[in-house]
């Protein structure tokens, strides 16, 4: 068994009154972590981009998570909640088994 610790802190760039990163830590269905950086002055898309992602994987099954076409549908959706809106980039990891 391995044990797993991750951390993560963002603050607002020197200058900037908002900060458009969020990041994400979850434990459940597997271990997963993500980070989002609203881009163009959208301080929200990033963690909207979380919320929907989270929402999306909770009920996903751990296999799910070794599955590239799971991965693409995901991002897929989100980037269809953010179309001709907001943009947000988007990285995320998952440890399984």
């Known amino acids: 068994m391995i044990r797993v ?5 963002s603050r607002p760039q020197d200058g900037r009154s908002t900060n458009e990163d969020a990041f994400l830590i979850a434990h459940a269905p597997v271990p997963l972590a993500a ?3 609203g881009a163009g002055a959208a301080a929200q898309a990033a963690k909207r981009s979380l919320r929907v992602f989270e929402q999306m994987t909770r009920s996903a099954a751990a296999n799910d998570f070794l599955r590239p076409e ?4 995901w991002l897929r959706q989100l980037d269809l909640g953010l179309l001709g ?3 947000s980039t988007f990285v ?3 440890v399984v088994g």
């Open 35 to 37: 980070v989002c950086d």
């Open 85 to 87: 809106g907001i943009e």
């Open 92 to 94: 995320g990891v998952a």
């Open 70 to 73: 799971a991965w693409n549908r």
């Open 5 to 9: 610790e991750c951390y993560g802190q």
